[in-house]
């Protein structure tokens, strides 16, 4: 069974600050990876996606990287900002659907 | 482009109701998602149409549970009869090639059963 995890579960820093959300899956055979940002009461706004052949992934201050071997994606945000603040959730595409992780709830302070 | 469309926004029903969720996918869109979010359990994916056609519908918790898509613009879940348990906020989806691309969500329905 397909499994997506990410630690930590919430996480509050200063503004400005560089930071990291980790996810882990345990499906080897995937094929791309999956970030989205959730603001209260709202949907899921789609940020990027890897596809099983690269990397990373870039869009403004938002990196997001692929590890396969290890069965590990990060999304580095760049000088947060207090309108970062969100929950980030991260998808695992093994074929035609996605499985989602619980997401980790972002807090950035002014 | 207006996006994933679902209504109502919230609904608030008793026990023992049906309930009718209603989703516009994205035109040119050819999968369409529904998946149930809870804060114990996450999103879960309940079932998913691929050319209006349900490919999947694994997650799809009981018989209470049905969904159709009788055309490309539009779909339906409906639960009969709802129970408490059921309150959750349920999510509509649309991609233009399933997960290989990336999902559009509509805002949500929150449903709660009283």
């Known amino acids: 069974k397909q499994e997506v995890t990410q630690i930590p579960a919430a996480l509050s820093v200063p503004e400005g600050e560089n930071l990291v959300l980790n996810c882990s899956f345990t499906d080897s055979a995937i094929y791309n990876l999956q970030w989205f940002r959730q603001d209260p009461g709202k949907g899921l706004t789609s940020l990027l996606l890897i596809q099983s052949s690269q990397r990373e992934q870039t869009s403004g201050r938002l990196n997001a990287s692929l590890d396969k071997s290890s069965g590990r994606s990060t999304l580095y945000i760049a000088a947060s900002q207090p309108g970062d603040s969100a929950t980030y959730l991260c998808?695992?595409?093994?074929?035609?659907?996605?499985?989602f992780g619980k997401g980790t709830k972002l807090t950035v302070n002014p | 482009d207006a996006g994933v469309i679902q209504s109502p926004r919230h609904e608030v029903t008793e026990m023992g109701q049906e309930v009718t969720l209603r989703c516009k996918p994205i035109?040119?869109?050819?999968?369409l998602f529904w998946y149930r979010q809870t804060m114990m359990r996450g999103l879960e994916l309940l079932i998913y149409?691929?050319?209006?056609?349900?490919?999947?519908d694994s997650g799809m918790p009981e018989d209470r549970f049905s969904a159709k898509m009788p055309n490309a613009s539009f779909s339906t879940l409906k639960i009969q009869p709802s129970e408490p348990r059921d309150s959750a906020v349920y999510f509509c989806?649309?991609?233009?090639?399933?997960?290989?691309?990336?999902?559009?969500f509509g805002n949500g329905t929150r449903l709660t059963v009283t």
């Open positions: 998808a695992q595409g093994g074929s035609e659907k996605l499985v």
């Open positions: 989806a649309s991609s233009p090639t399933g997960g290989y691309s990336p999902l559009h």
């Open positions: 149409f691929n050319n209006n056609v349900p490919i999947d």
């Open positions: 035109s040119g869109h050819n999968s």
